[in-house]
């Protein structure tokens, strides 16, 4: 079975970056994530963004030249997803073909709604992998959770099996996943709809885990997620899992707000460039303007990276945010943790390897 090792991190497969890190050296951010549009098609209950509006798209031609500055840079791997809907974006497709010809590896997150059969080619031949978040076991649910219409959970269901096919047809390598955000509107349906997916042949079913954001309405009661639940999944997990198909349960250690940090070192290692042009590096905290390293519309990626601004911000977050209010699990955590324990271990007599 495939480790997608997604309650971890993958940063100690690189340790020529982390050995710059260990010696106080300069280093890049190995991953880039692009936001190509902040309206979405769906208002799912659960999205972190919705308190950012869902309003805005990257600026003609921009997102095509910006692919080339990530390349420049050095970054290792390229993800479409952000705020809303990538595929709204028509320059999305050209922007992931563009950046898998450089070098990078390429990956998209999205609801599958919009996506055209004949646009299912071109991402089988230039994704690493492809993450559809489909949440909800009936259409009913579906048009409840999404916020969209009851018909996007057959037209959603049929991309992703016309795409498994081309996976099959092309012999492509690529990877896809679905991933399934669990609340009290679809929690009896999990089960059901792992099942569904293993037929139509995708790699991964993945449950996550809610986290709420102070700046959302959306506050569900989640007492039902007890532990007879997650052993109720878990057995489940291991019947329903095969050498071809995995079954996720997201850990819910990860629900945990209390860091051992204060720090947050792994924020060099990881970009996040939104619609209109600002630069983050923590995505969790997008609405306080001093967090943003600079603008894409203004400056070059390279020119934002050495600049007062990038280091005002990095020491903005390490210095003023209390990193036990953030968001449990947030995209930094488990590198954070790595970090600090390399440079504060945690155990004794480090010598005696
Ligand atoms: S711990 Fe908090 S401040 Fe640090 S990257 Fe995560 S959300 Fe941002």
Redesign the pocket.
């Known amino acids: 079975m495939a480790n997608f090792n997604l309650d971890t991190h993958k940063l100690k497969y690189h340790p020529i970056e982390i050995a710059k890190f260990y010696n106080d050296e300069e280093v890049k951010p190995i991953y880039v994530e692009i936001s190509p549009v902040a309206n979405c098609n769906h208002r799912c209950l659960f999205c972190h963004y919705n308190y950012l509006g869902h309003e805005g798209k990257f600026q003609k031609g921009r997102l095509l030249s910006l692919v080339e500055e990530v390349a420049k840079m050095g970054a290792k791997s390229l993800v479409f997803g952000g705020v809303g809907e990538p595929t709204i974006n028509k320059e999305t497709i050209l922007a992931i073909k563009k950046a898998k010809k450089l070098g990078l590896d390429v990956g998209l997150m999205t609801n599958g709604a919009l996506l055209k059969e004949s646009e299912l080619e071109d991402l089988i031949k230039n994704l690493t992998w492809i993450r559809f978040s489909f949440n909800a076991g009936t259409a009913e649910t579906y048009a409840i959770v999404h916020q969209t219409n009851e018909k996007d959970y057959a037209k959603v269901s049929q991309t992703i099996s016309h795409l498994v096919k081309l996976k099959k047809k092309f012999e492509s390598d690529i990877t896809i996943g679905v991933q399934y955000i669990l609340l009290p509107e679809n929690k009896d349906d999990v089960i059901n709809q792992a099942k569904v997916f293993k037929n139509i042949g995708v790699d991964y079913f993945v449950v996550k885990h809610f986290y709420s954001h102070e700046k959302n309405i959306y506050n569900p009661d989640m007492s039902f997620l007890d532990k007879a639940f997650i052993e109720n999944l878990l057995k489940k997990q291991k019947d329903i899992q095969t050498e071809k198909f995995s079954f996720i349960v997201r850990s819910t250690e990860n629900l945990n707000q209390n ?1 051992v ?1 204060n720090k ?1 070192y ?2 060099p290692f990881i970009l996040y460039i939104r619609e209109d042009g600002e630069v983050y ?5 997008q609405h306080e303007s001093k ?1 943003s390293l600079g603008n894409i519309y203004t400056s070059s990626l390279g020119d934002i990276w050495t600049s007062s601004q990038k280091k005002e911000a990095i020491n903005f ?2 210095e003023k ?1 209390d ?1 036990n209010r ?2 449990p699990n ?4 488990q590198i ?1 943790n790595y970090l600090w324990d390399l440079k504060h271990p945690s155990v004794e007599h480090i010598n005696f390897i």
């Open positions: 860091r940090y947050c792994g924020l590096t923590c995505f969790s905290y967090t977050i390490n945010i990193k953030c968001q947030c995209r930094h955590h954070n």
